[in-house]
């Protein structure tokens, strides 16, 4: 669409123009625009000539090449102007250029917005080189009623749609342009994606009703985009099943129905799951018709669940602790072993991240964390897994619970593969144990990648690295896990070691901090919504501590439009610079000769005491209202204090004065990234973190 309008207005053919309607079904991609202008406008021109010291001869003269380019252009030499260009001034001719139509322009222009258009993936076919996402198999473009030609993929443009594939694909004539929403409709194709979304979800109320059921599964909304984009005339079916079926679980019976068929469950007025599914099928709506692909579709679903329901049946047989000795023969990585290895290493991460969690209060059950971390990958080895690879983790937490193991132990392994996805449309975290598994694992899996030196680079993440430090990010976030981030990080390498897999040159995880920073970095601007300089502050002292970096960027980003804290920022600035030239230990006991530095340090002694336990349990906004005022003995100390003064002694102290101050705000963030109202954002300090 964008490049399109930028082609109209480039090329005269209408400013301002309306947006384009988005049209389209699985067979045609459309664009519809209005307010075209038939002909471009006139315009007057300048065309630049021979330069004008080339232009005339030394007696005055004009030269040939003068002469010659007056006469290419229709005028006498005396009617030139001079204009200035690129290549100096020049003797030029104004004339007018008149419009070309527009069916001429576009007959150009087209064939390349076609090419232009990205895909993911892209296919050439036949004998041609041409690629597209499908074979191109009509072409219609008019400008009013009459047809803009031109030739794309070896397929000329002309006049005539085609009607839906369940019709014999009938020829469509297109006589006007403004016709084709409605021509399309009368021949049974819905070209309008709103509108197909519009009638679906019509038709899924109304068959809820005429079952006396209550509504779909949850996870169908995010099925309605694909289906809308499947079909061309909609049409909602109900199909139904064995109610011995039920018996399976309901996370079994979802994905076989959502994921392998794109039906969509049923669920009672009470939310249980009824034996009835909704089929969104591309058809004329007979009743015929629907019967015969009903029938074919409970026949596929009902071998679906059979399968189903003899996997859970096999699987049951043995326990998860049963299986943990099959993930020898499941690779994890060549390198770095199996999955039997990955979990031995992931129970040993999960035990030292434990003992964190516990030691800073979090009330995790450390017995179910690790237990869950003994069998964490046991449902690899299950037929229902390997059948329906979605639902690894959670068939983990069914066995488990079927095997009547406590339930944070199954809630655990339900969530241990949460957290990967952006905020819209994320499941969140909901147990401590779920989320400390998650990071165990996820941090096992970075360190072995970037032991390995495999980096992502640019777009390029094979094994979803980015995604597995965005889990590890969202886990701490969700509820609030307070643990170091290096010291899990340099135990998964340590394990690692163990296995003998050593870091080489220790380059590739040297860049592991910095990678889950980014990641952090990503979800506090985009998903929390906090200011960028707000979470430059914050990171720039430390970001060691994921849930407490993110409180301090809050706290920051709160301060904003605080006058006393907004003074206190420009007068860290200063501080900053004059500590930036100089080795400085903080001020400890002395006598300091001026009042002005005494009342600073009265000052700061008393913020210190204050502002402790406030720093200490994470307060940062109260914190920040109580170093809002070190402001005015801050501004009367620069006032009246000579800091460089002669005096060795002197100049030591009030060195160290400033030191401890800047010790103290250091504990949230560093205010000189902070931008203030009508500033550029500030060059950061040289060396990275700041202390």
């Known amino acids: 669409e964008k490049e399109f309008l930028a082609t109209v207005r480039a090329h005269r053919l209408g400013t301002p123009i309306l947006e384009p309607q988005r049209l389209g079904t699985p067979r045609r991609l459309a664009l519809r625009a209005l307010d075209l202008l038939e002909r471009q406008e006139d315009r007057e021109v300048e065309v630049p000539g021979p330069r004008v010291e080339a232009a005339y001869d030394a007696q005055g003269r004009p030269t040939k090449a003068l002469e010659g380019f007056a006469r290419s252009q229709g005028v006498g030499v005396e009617a030139l102007i001079r204009v200035t260009t690129p290549r100096g001034e020049c003797l030029g001719a104004r004339r007018k250029e008149k419009g070309l139509g527009a069916v001429e322009v576009l007959s150009k222009e087209i064939p390349r917005l076609i090419a232009s258009i990205p895909f993911g993936k892209t296919m050439r076919w036949g004998s041609g080189t041409f690629r597209f996402a499908r074979p191109i198999q009509w072409l219609v473009c008019l400008l009013g009623s009459e047809r803009i030609p031109f030739e794309v993929a070896g397929v000329a443009s002309g006049t005539e749609s085609r009607g839906p594939r369940f019709a014999g694909s009938p020829k469509i004539p297109m006589r006007d342009a403004g016709d084709y929403v409605s021509v399309l409709e009368t021949n049974g194709v819905v070209c309008d994606p709103k509108e197909r979304r519009r009638r679906i979800e019509e038709g899924i109320r109304r068959e809820c009703d005429r079952l006396g059921a209550g509504h779909c599964i949850d996870p169908c909304a995010r099925l309605l985009d694909t289906l809308t984009g499947m079909v061309e005339h909609p049409v909602v079916a109900a199909g139904s099943f064995d109610e011995s079926f039920l018996s399976l679980p309901g996370p079994v019976l979802a994905t076989a129905m959502i994921h392998h068929q794109r039906f969509l469950p049923v669920l009672s007025a009470r939310g249980a799951l009824v034996p009835y599914f909704l089929a969104v099928l591309n058809c004329d709506g007979k009743s015929s018709t629907v019967g015969r692909i009903r029938r074919g579709n409970e026949w596929v679903l009902r071998a679906r669940l059979r399968d189903a ?5 096999e699987d049951t047989k043995r326990t998860l602790v049963e299986r943990v000795s099959d993930l020898q023969s499941v690779l994890f990585e ?7 290895r990955k979990v031995e290493r992931v129970t040993r991460l999960s035990e030292s991240l434990g003992e964190d ?21 046991s449902d690899l080895t299950t037929l229902m897994v390997k059948e329906f690879p979605e639902l690894q983790g959670i068939m983990g937490g069914l066995y488990a619970r079927h095997e009547g193991r406590p339930e944070p132990v199954c809630r655990a392994l339900e969530q241990q593969y949460l957290g990967a996805g952006e905020a819209e449309g994320r499941d969140p975290f909901a147990t401590l144990e779920g989320a400390a598994l998650a990071a165990a694992d996820r941090m096992d899996t970075l360190a072995g990648f970037f032991l390995l030196g495999r980096v992502p680079t640019g777009s390029r993440d094979p094994v979803g690295l980015r995604r597995a430090a965005l889990g590890l990010v969202h886990g701490a976030l969700d509820l609030k896990l307070r643990f170091s981030i290096s010291r899990l990080r340099d135990r998964a390498v340590s394990l690692y070691q163990e296995q003998g897999i050593e870091a080489g040159d220790g380059e590739g995880i040297r860049k592991l901090g910095p990678f889950i ?12 919504g906090l200011r960028y300089d707000a979470v430059n502050a914050a990171l720039a002292v430390g970001s060691d501590d994921l849930f407490d970096a993110v409180l301090r960027a809050r706290a920051l980003d709160g301060i904003r439009g605080e006058d006393d804290l907004e003074a206190l920022s420009l007068s860290y600035r200063r501080v900053r610079n004059i500590l930036s030239e100089q080795e400085v230990e903080p001020l400890g006991a002395c006598t300091l000769p001026q009042e002005e530095e005494r009342a600073l340090l009265t000052a700061l002694e008393s913020a210190e005491r204050l502002a402790r336990p406030l720093l200490e349990g994470g307060e940062y906004t109260q914190a920040l209202s109580v170093l809002a005022g070190l402001r005015s003995p801050l ?4 006032e009246k204090v000579l800091v460089m003064d002669e005096d060795a002694g002197n100049r030591r102290n009030r060195l160290g004065l400033l030191k401890r101050i800047s010790n103290l705000l250091l504990q949230v963030g560093d205010f000189a990234d902070m931008v203030l109202e009508g500033e550029s954002a500030p060059v950061p300090a040289a060396g990275g973190k700041r202390g």
């Open 517 to 528: 920073e980014e990641r952090l970095r990503h979800v506090c601007q985009e998903v929390l």
């Open 309 to 313: 329901d003899f996997f859970w049946k």
């Open 334 to 340: 060549a390198s770095l072993g199996s999955y039997r």
């Open 635 to 638: 501004d009367r100390f620069f």
């Open 357 to 377: 969690l516990a030691a800073r209060g979090l009330a995790v059950q450390r017995g179910a964390l690790i237990e869950a971390a003994r069998i964490c990958k």
